[in-house]
């Protein structure tokens, strides 16, 4: 690597403050800091100083999605080569196809044929999302002046994670769009976002093109064949309806339709044990977000009803259906959006396990409860702050 490491150093100068090409800068540091770790050091007394950065953060949250990306292009294949040799369906007839044909025998069992024929679905979409996104990211570096922060990596991932897998790619370029533009940048960048910018990106489409984020025919990557998710049955039928077609285990693993990445509750929480261990998710979040969902979940229960079926799902059901686990893993933890201090922390998780089960269940057209109650938390993010902030200041007060 010695050669590439001179030619970037050789290259370098041009890029500086007063080089031909300085106001690139912010793309040769995206190069640089891809292949290398940065250079930037801190400097100066009043500095706290750790051997964790942002970019060894963003790194290690981009690794944590991995089992859930890799289970979840699998999932894509095997539901949508399952429902073809059941139904006798013929695959879509369009560019997919000729990428598909190349190492794809169409066999549901065979785990190198699901996972071929869901890459040639996410991966399109997660480049189209990485492409764009990045684009964005290095238009306002340029504008602003300064480098291109690592927090768009993840952004990308997480946001790609959320599609359903026949997602448009236009749309999806529109989404992270949205999601990092008046999301994140207008606001001034990383760091300075109070709502998600991935979250912000997938609710826009969610209500722009519901067709195409919501409904029956989306979820399972085959053209002119529909399943609904779980929790579209639920909102029918209820547990007895989910229970004719799937079971507590089914829906754990991740033998289910839905979203690329969220479908697996067991893979992601291989993630959970990476970013608990690093201490990059906060276990306070964690835990308040499920003691939330179970008090709300269990208070429904409490109350049942004949006209709703969705009143009578248990707490243990909520967790592995939907985006709960996704949402709660990688969404309710990112540390800009969410509540700061600890207690805060608590308060805020508790927040939106309340508010997911309460959408799930009040509302039924809108199923998918967990990231409508993630953004509404990160609105009340800075209020529990200042609550919890005054509280410690006035008892601190008293103990002089």
């Known amino acids: 690597m010695k050669p590439l490491r001179n030619f970037l150093d050789n290259i370098k ?10 106001k690139f800068f912010p793309i040769f540091d995206v190069l640089e800091n891809f292949l290398y770790s940065s250079e930037r050091r801190t400097f100066g007394l009043i500095h706290v100083r750790d051997s964790a950065d942002i970019q060894k953060i963003m790194v290690v949250v981009w ?7 890799f289970y979840g292009m699998y999932n894509i294949g095997f539901q949508a080569l399952s429902a073809m040799e059941v139904n006798n369906i013929l695959p879509k007839e369009d560019w997919h196809l000729f990428f598909i044909n190349l190492f794809c025998e169409y066999d549901p069992n065979s785990l190198i044929d699901c996972l ?28 602003r002046g300064h480098e291109v922060s690592e927090g768009a990596f993840v952004t990308t991932i997480l946001f790609a994670l959320c599609c359903p897998p026949d997602a448009p790619l236009w749309q999806v370029a529109l989404g992270i769009s949205f999601g990092l533009v008046v999301g994140k940048e207008i606001f001034g960048g990383t760091g300075k976002n109070f709502l998600n910018p991935a979250l912000i990106g997938r609710a826009f489409l969610y209500f722009a093109y519901p067709v195409h984020w919501s409904g029956n025919s989306v979820w399972v990557a085959l053209d002119g064949y ?9 909102a029918q039928e209820g547990l007895e309806g989910i229970s004719i077609s799937y079971s507590w285990i089914d829906s754990f693993i991740g033998n289910i339709p839905g979203s690329v ?18 201490r990059i998710a906060s276990w306070r979040i964690i835990l308040g977000v499920l003691l939330g969902s179970f008090f709300m979940s269990n208070i429904f229960n409490l109350i049942g009803s004949n006209t709703n079926p969705m009143f009578s799902l248990p707490f243990y059901w909520h967790i592995v259906i939907g985006g709960y686990a996704f949402g709660l893993v990688f969404m309710a933890v990112e540390p ?33 409860g967990m990231m409508l109650a993630i953004l509404f938390a990160n609105l009340f993010a800075p209020l529990i702050d200042h609550f919890v902030q005054e509280r410690n200041i006035k008892q601190r007060l008293k103990s002089i």
């Open 63 to 69: 690794v944590a999605a991995w089992p859930a990306m």
């Open 13 to 22: 100068p041009n890029f500086g403050k007063n080089g031909v090409l300085s």
């Open 336 to 368: 800009v959006s969410g509540s700061h201090t600890n207690l805060g922390r608590w308060y805020y998780g508790f927040l939106i396990g309340i508010m997911v089960v309460l959408i799930r269940v009040i509302n039924p057209a809108f199923p998918e």
């Open 261 to 278: 990445g969220e479908t697996s509750t067991l893979f992601i929480l291989l993630g959970l044990l990476v970013l608990l261990y690093t």
């Open 116 to 143: 071929w024929y869901g890459a040639c679905f996410f991966i399109p979409i997660y480049l189209v999302t990485f492409i764009v996104g990045i684009l964005w990211e290095i238009i306002f570096a340029i504008v």
């Open 226 to 234: 529909s399943s609904p998710t779980i929790l579209g049955i639920g």
